[in-house]
């Protein structure tokens, strides 16, 4: 069992940074690829951004490279999310979660392959 925690969203102009947090419970915390999903209303939720167990390898939506860069320290058990460049439609509910199903060798954008989920932090950009 892993439990997921997100901090560090909040409102922001277009153009600014946010670093998300994403502190992991449990000793088994470098066994999993992480990600980084987000949901804005009236919308499904979507693949932001994905790690594998020891960092070596990253995955990341179109809409998001060059601009988002995730990244994981396991000795604190916590995954992160640096976001630069944010535009409006950035503006989502952003979740982290520990991937369940496949390799932790590789990152997924699929959404399915994750079976632990924090609870999700607020960013808004506004323009």
């Known amino acids: 069992q892993v439990q997921l925690i997100e901090s560090g969203g909040g409102l922001v102009q277009a153009g600014g940074s946010l670093r998300l947090s994403c502190a992991a419970s449990?000793?088994?915390?470098?066994?999993?690829?992480m990600g980084w999903f987000r949901q804005a209303p009236g919308k499904e939720r979507e693949f932001v951004a994905a790690i594998s167990w020891n960092g070596g390898n990253t995955d990341y939506d179109d809409s998001v490279k060059g601009r988002f860069t995730i990244s994981r320290d396991n000795a604190k058990n916590t995954v992160f999310l640096q976001m630069n460049s944010l535009k409006p439609e950035d503006t989502a509910v952003y979740y982290c979660?520990?991937?369940?199903?496949?390799?932790?060798?590789?990152?997924?954008?699929?959404?399915?392959?994750?079976?632990?989920w924090g609870q999700g932090t607020q960013v808004t950009v506004s323009s």
């Open positions: 449990g000793r088994t915390f470098s066994s999993y690829a």
């Open positions: 979660a520990a991937r369940t199903v496949g390799s932790y060798w590789y990152p997924s954008s699929r959404l399915e392959e994750y079976g632990y």
